[in-house]
């Protein structure tokens, strides 16, 4: 009797072997030795860990929310930010029911013939008392805020801040991408 495999067994096994070998490598590799692909293709900058916002938060939650944290009387850096958010949602097309824009007034709240006028729909909040502002601003990154602005998940979390003196497709694309993996909001 002959030991050997049939023809169709050594076909079988390569056939068996041509997709398990690499599925197992990239398994190994991935999970066993940490290998990670080293590009993001993220335009903002990634808050991590994400950091929770303060109790007096609660109306930013249900929705994801781009962020600007300013002067109520709404200097031209202020205006300059409340357009780019304003386009960016916009751009936004079958998502932009899912993105609030908010403006945190920590001083001089508010200017609000322009804010309806320009940014109608946006969501202003007043946090110009002592204890509302130091809340606040302990959660938020040692940046400079007039040029940022800050995206916050369904959860009530800070997840990325973007300069707003970058290119508005950048955050428009991670905004997409954020969107599309989200369950929540």
Same mark, same amino acid.
């Given at each position: 009797?002959?030991?050997?495999?049939?023809?169709?067994?050594? /076909?079988?096994?390569?056939?068996?072997?041509?997709?398990?070998?690499?599925?197992?490598?990239?398994?190994?590799?991935?999970?066993?030795? &940490?290998?990670?692909? *080293?590009?993001?293709?993220?335009?903002?900058?990634?808050?991590?860990?994400?950091?929770?916002?303060?109790?007096?938060?609660?109306?930013?939650?249900?929705?994801?929310?781009?962020?600007?944290?300013?002067?109520?009387?709404?200097?031209s850096d202020c205006r300059t930010a409340?357009?780019?958010?304003?386009? /960016?949602?916009?751009?936004?097309?079958?998502?932009?029911?899912?993105?609030?824009?908010?403006?945190?007034? /920590?001083?001089?709240?508010? $200017?609000?013939?322009?804010?309806?006028?320009?940014? $109608? *729909?946006?969501?202003?909040?007043?946090?110009?008392?002592?204890?509302?502002?130091?809340?606040? %601003?302990?959660?938020?990154?040692?940046? $400079?805020?007039?040029?940022?602005?800050?995206? %916050?998940?369904?959860?009530?979390?800070?997840v990325m801040r973007y300069d707003v003196?970058?290119?508005?497709? &950048?955050?428009?694309?991670?905004?997409?991408?954020?969107?599309?993996?989200?369950?929540? *909001?």
């Open positions: 009797m002959n030991d050997a495999p049939r023809p169709q067994r050594r /076909t079988l096994y390569l056939l068996l072997a041509l997709f398990l070998v690499p599925l197992a490598a990239s398994f190994l590799l991935y999970y066993v030795f &940490g290998w990670r692909p *080293g590009s993001q293709n993220i335009h903002g900058e990634l808050i991590s860990p994400v950091r929770p916002l303060p109790a007096g938060a609660e109306a930013l939650r249900k929705d994801w929310a781009l962020v600007y944290v300013g002067d109520g009387r709404c200097d409340l357009v780019f958010a304003r386009q /960016t949602r916009l751009s936004l097309n079958k998502d932009m029911d899912r993105v609030n824009r908010v403006l945190l007034a /920590t001083d001089n709240c508010c $200017e609000v013939e322009y804010l309806k006028k320009e940014h $109608e *729909g946006i969501k202003v909040f007043d946090v110009s008392e002592p204890e509302d502002r130091a809340d606040l %601003i302990s959660v938020l990154p040692d940046v $400079e805020l007039k040029h940022t602005l800050f995206v %916050i998940d369904p959860l009530g979390n800070l003196r970058k290119d508005p497709a &950048g955050l428009r694309d991670d905004l997409r991408k954020l969107l599309k993996l989200s369950h929540i *909001g």
